[in-house]
């Protein structure tokens, strides 16, 4: 069966994508949702190029096509062996060349209707760029603001799974947006793949809804935002999200239940504050820490830390408030509640 070159990854007749490249590669940036199913390894694809670039390129290329024939036998047997003859996929490598050819010809002699994307992940990566600024201006934002503790992120969460829209950064960034933000058991993407994941979570949306975005810095983490995503975060109207400081103390230990026992993260939150708040504030911190004093501690880092640093960057904003609501407990029961409502006034 003839190999079909695309220049589009949205092939609706496609089952499944499949990025040949390297596990490196992969990690930098992929398609959402393909799967890395490498011609070649990091080693094998480097000592191919050291061979092809000090000593002899037909070296190199019999080495190139062993190891190939090697991995995709070995892809055939683990992946593919039980597929239908009605399976479709779309291969791309960095720029459609050798590497994801040389699948494509095998699978396709199989019976297998391929597709290859042409100019592989190059062509992928420059409708991204080219289109990411146009796509986040597409759509009308609405700016949850709050200090931290007043469940911001759990209400993107609610609000997404009750079927309205909204775009939850530091879920794609795999970060909390703090000191104490970086999930446990979980790295944080690129920035290349950070872009591709916002692209492709605004993709889904309908742009005649609007968008709830919780407030960001311009970094989430080691990530950068967008420049006009964040110019739109910082002048889209907003709705202000309040709640008692003993409330958002419990929710805050309740929420990072998971930070609670690695100490390295708090270690990097005290080293950072002593030298903004001085030593014998921190001091209590750490006392209140190894005495597992969690919503003493929680209440500390509230007045003394998040709190101000809150109001100075709140003062910073140009957004203008359009709505406020003030939970008086931020228990599940109440944070539903809530969303319930937005959800019936937004959509």
Known sequence: MPIRYITSWNNKAI???????????????????????????????????????????FKAKK?????????????IKKKFINNPGSWKPLIYCWRGGQRSNAIAIILSEIGWEVFLLKGGYKTYRKEINNSLNSIINNYKYIVLRGKTGTAKTKILEMIINKGGYALNLENLAKHKGSLLGKLPKSSQPSQKYFESLIYFELKKLRKNKPVLVESESSKIGNLYLPSNLLYKIENSPCIDIESN?????????????????????????????????GKEVVNKWKKNYENKNWKELALQLIVEYYDPLYSHKKNQKKNL???????????????????????????
């Not at 080495?63 to 892809?75: D, F, P, R, T």
């Not at 958002?248 to 990072?256: E, G, I, M, N, P």
């Not at 599940?332 to 959800?343: D, G, P, R, T």
């Open 15 to 57: 089952n499944q994508i499949i990025d040949v490249r390297s596990p490196s590669e992969f990690h930098e940036d992929h398609i959402p949702g393909s799967a890395n199913l490498p011609v070649l390894n990091d080693e094998e694809r480097k000592l191919v190029g050291s061979i092809y670039k000090n000593d002899s390129p």
């Open 245 to 277: 400081i003993n409330a958002r103390a419990s929710y805050l230990v309740k929420d990072y239940s998971k930070f609670i026992l690695k100490k390295n993260s708090f270690n990097e939150l005290f080293l950072y504050a002593s030298s903004k708040l």
């Open 63 to 75: 080495l190139g096509a062993s190891l190939i024939s090697k991995n995709i036998a070995m892809h």
């Open 321 to 347: 408030s359009i709505e406020s609501h003030n939970f008086k407990t931020l228990n599940h029961a109440s944070i539903e509640k809530f969303c319930s409502y937005l959800i019936k006034k937004l959509y």
